[in-house]
């Protein structure tokens, strides 16, 4: 739970700021100075900040955890308590701090923190370009979150959970419900432990080859049947192309079966926006692999940073981020991310303009 912290609870933050920075700077400041840094000492520190208009806010589970203050739109003072971290609360206090900006998140990190530094960019934050002269050691560098489509040429679009509204498709239940319940469990080994539709998916063996497998009589029939009749185009997708796709580079970006991804964008009318697909079968790696991700970048000719990816999984968000791919979560699932957040291609077309 996120609260804010009012004046009367100020004294509890103090503690979690003291103890959190002090051991945040052991490392390279002398005892004495990190002694100063008492919890009476950044309580005044706090009360200040709170006198000038900066909000705290406190994460606690069954205890109190961590803090993190916002003024306007620049984020300060995120600290989680050593034993506690390395679990995600800075990354959830760091959302929560995104979403109370009043404009470009903004924050200062030492040039030598790297851990932080490394959360900030995995969430969208990049250098400005400005510094200010700590020591003569030792620097402090602003990062702010960008606008994701500022300078980009290409789009990576996933298709299932993006283009498709199925997120994981439908295909498990589709074949469960053609065979009937007594194959239950040779249908259950055959995708569990032999991993058959993983196998079909990173290029091991052909749609046919799997289909028949699976005990299928006519594997393109059923191909065709599930791809036409169980999976839903969503309806924004081409108006959103058909305004877009002259003015960025369409990469398709996609963990399928090869022949099942031709079909699909076949069958949709969606080929004539790709200028290229990447498809796990055909390239025999997958989401969220970086090997994938540095095949696109190689067959498109493409920088990381020309370079915006939408997916409706953060762990693919994530890969992508590392790489220095500007990532957006299209939200089909509800999944928790700080990052840029879309609901729709109408939301997505926003973010382009």
């Given at each position: ?5 009012s004046?009367s ?8 700021h003291s103890v959190?920075?002090?051991e ?7 005892p ?5 840094h008492?919890?009476?000492h950044?309580?005044?520190y706090?009360?200040?900040?709170m006198?000038?208009?900066a909000?705290i806010?406190m994460?606690t589970?069954?205890e109190?955890?961590?803090?993190v ?17 390395n679990r ?12 109370q ?9 030492l040039?030598?923190?790297?851990d932080?530094e490394?959360?900030?960019?995995r969430?969208g934050?990049?250098e ?6 700590i020591t003569?050691k030792?620097d ?5 979150r960008?606008?994701p489509?500022m300078?980009?040429?290409?789009i990576?679009?996933d298709m ?5 509204k ?5 295909f ?9 319940e007594s ?9 569990r432990e032999?991993?058959?539709f993983t196998?079909?998916?990173d290029?091991?063996?052909t ?8 005990g ?5 029939f ?9 999976l ?7 108006p959103?192309?058909e305004?877009f796709?002259?003015r960025?580079?369409?990469v398709l970006?996609s963990?399928?079966?090869s022949?099942w ?6 069958h949709?009318?969606?080929d004539r926006?790709?200028t290229r ?14 090997r994938?991700?540095?095949i696109a970048?190689?067959?498109t000719?493409?920088t ?5 990816f939408v997916?409706?999984?953060?762990k693919?968000l994530l ?10 979560l299209f939200?089909?699932d ?11 291609f109408?939301?997505?077309a926003?973010?382009?303009?």
């Open positions: 739970m996120i609260t804010e912290v004046r609870g100020l004294r509890e933050a103090a503690r979690i959190s920075w002090q945040s700077h052991r490392s390279f400041c002398t004495e100075f990190i002694a100063l008492t919890p009476e950044q309580e005044e706090l009360r200040d900040k006198d000038h208009g909000r806010f994460l589970e069954d109190p955890v961590g803090i203050s916002v003024a306007g739109s620049l984020i300060e003072d995120l600290y989680i308590l050593p034993e506690y971290q995600g609360y800075g990354t959830l206090l760091l959302h929560y701090a995104i979403r900006c009043d404009g470009v998140p903004t924050l200062w990190i040039e030598n923190n790297k932080a490394r959360l900030y960019r969430e934050f990049r400005t370009g400005r510094r200010n002269v003569d030792l402090e560098i602003e990062f702010c960008r606008k489509a300078n980009k040429t290409t990576l679009f299932y959970g993006v283009i498709l199925e997120s994981k498709g439908n498990i239940p589709y074949t469960c419900q053609h065979f009937g194959e239950y469990g040779r249908l259950t080994r055959q995708f032999e991993k058959l196998k079909a998916g290029g091991e063996m749609s046919d080859e799997f289909l028949s497998r699976l299928y009589q006519d594997p393109r059923h191909m065709a049947d599930y791809l036409e009749n169980y839903t185009l969503d309806e924004g997708f081409v959103f192309a305004e796709a002259s960025y580079e369409f970006l963990n399928d079966v022949e991804s031709a079909y699909l964008t076949k949709h009318g969606l926006f790709f697909k990447i498809v796990s079968g055909d390239v025999k790696c997958r989401k969220p692999d970086r994938i991700y540095e970048l190689e067959e000719g493409k990381p940073g020309e370079c915006l997916d409706n999984s953060v693919n890969t992508a981020a590392e790489l220095g791919i500007e990532p957006v939200n089909r509800g999944e928790e991310y700080g990052g840029t957040v879309v609901n729709s109408t939301e997505l926003e973010l382009l303009r």
